[in-house]
């Protein structure tokens, strides 16, 4: 059996949405910018897109950015603030458990000389808004917290975060690229000023992402050419990409909420028969999770070999975040938790998505436990643990 439960590092792509990309690398192929008809059948389906994807948030049209990608979206959501405030008046807290590239982003500016503070998680993953409130009496001119955490599926309240921001002036910055099409997101009503998303993790194309930006938040760009969206982001539109977000968009508005009564479903079933293995703990919040993420750590064993071993058994998963996980150091989300560097090791994401099915994730539990007991047979570390039998208790780390 082959059974991919890696959804978090990348999805499939809809088939209604290769069809609705299809006219625009063969038929309506010509550059939004160009004043010919070609030019503008595409610059109309720009705009359409734009529409749709921006209706789904509750934004207005021209408050969304097409970017190439989350990563860059955020690059410019952090450094495009950066810039526009200066170094002198710049002060940016971001939290310990964002993805590489915001982090990144933030210890990059660090060095130029821009004021980062970072914000610290509970044990769950979980911000303290107290801490948070705290620190943003010391001028925080903006505030980057991811709402859906890529690796542990911790949910954070966004809009009590965006009610504590305001209080103090701050901008709010949140990557939702794993909560957008997932979980509903009103950009007004909680209080979001700027938002990163992207097409392929809700069964769109790769290579395409966007920024949203409140119409009262002003950024510097990163990409200086001919002025393409609105001045922020130049460079030739890739409309065949766009058409496809926005289709995988049209898609999430039908299917959501049911797909995340399913998965919601099938992921506690999969933690709960998870669990059942001998010192195996939850990560992340127990409840306070994305439907689709169930993330784990096991003792005495590394999760790259857990990984490996799953995947000769036809099961496609991930020890962490894919765009980090080939550097050999342990999370720095799990850490961020207060896990020790051995046991941060042993991580392993098991994310779903709506192709997954019951047997699938049966498949799992009953594989699982056979590789763990295996890896821990080889495992140089005592004790070796055994299968306890069940209990359906939910531990965590």
């Known amino acids: 059996m082959k059974v991919y439960v890696d959804y978090a590092s990348s999805t499939p792509v809809d088939p209604k949405v290769v069809k609705a990309m299809q006219p625009f690398f063969s038929t309506v192929y010509g550059n939004a910018s160009s004043m010919s008809s ?31 990608s989350a990563t860059e979206a955020n690059n410019l959501a952090l450094k495009g603030h950066a810039f526009e405030q200066g170094r002198t008046n710049c002060h940016i807290a971001i939290s310990t458990i964002e993805h590489s ?11 130029q000389g821009f004021r980062i503070t970072y914000l610290p998680v509970d044990k769950h993953g979980l911000l303290d808004m107290n801490i948070l409130e705290d620190m943003l009496e010391d001028n925080v001119t903006l505030v980057s917290v991811i709402h859906g955490s890529n690796e542990i599926g911790t949910i954070q309240p966004l809009e009590e975060i965006a009610k504590i921001c305001c209080k103090h002036n701050a901008l709010l910055h949140t990557d939702a690229v794993q909560s957008f099409g997932r979980l509903p997101i009103d950009v007004k009503h909680i209080g979001i000023d700027l938002m990163t998303i992207n097409a392929h993790k809700l069964y769109g ?6 920024l949203y930006i409140t119409k009262n938040c002003k950024i510097q760009p990163l990409i200086h050419g001919g ?3 609105f001045g ?26 049911h797909e995340a009564e399913c998965l919601t479903f099938l992921r506690d079933k999969l933690m709960r028969g998870v669990l059942e293995i001998e010192e195996s703990y939850l990560t992340g919040h127990p409840t306070k999770r994305l ?9 005495y064993i590394e999760g790259e070999a857990v990984v490996l071993d799953l995947d000769i ?35 392993l994401r098991l994310s779903l998505g709506k192709y997954n099915t019951l047997e699938e994730i049966e ?21 070796k643990p055994k299968i306890r039998p069940q209990t359906g208790k939910i531990k965590s780390a």
């Open 291 to 299: 439907p689709n993420n169930a993330s784990f750590r096991f003792s």
């Open 227 to 229: 002025g393409h969206e």
């Open 363 to 383: 498949y799992i539990i009953q594989t699982l436990p056979k590789v763990v007991k295996r890896l821990r047979a080889l495992s140089p570390i005592e004790p």
């Open 313 to 347: 058994e036809g099961i496609a998963a991930s020890s962490g975040s894919a765009c980090s996980s080939k550097t050999g150091e342990p999370s720095h989300v799990l850490m961020a938790l207060g896990l020790k560097p051995d046991e941060a090791r042993g991580s």
């Open 205 to 210: 194309p790769k290579g395409v992402g966007a």
């Open 232 to 257: 922020l982001r130049s460079g030739t539109e890739n409309i065949p990409g766009v058409v496809g977000f926005a289709k995988a968009v049209e898609l999430r508005e039908e299917e959501m909420e």
């Open 101 to 111: 590239c915001t982090l990144n982003s933030a210890k990059w500016l660090e060095k």
């Open 38 to 68: 070609f030019g503008v059948d595409a610059k109309k389906a720009l705009e359409e897109s734009r529409a749709t994807i921006a209706r789904f948030m509750n934004a207005e049209t021209n408050e969304l950015i097409f970017t190439g």
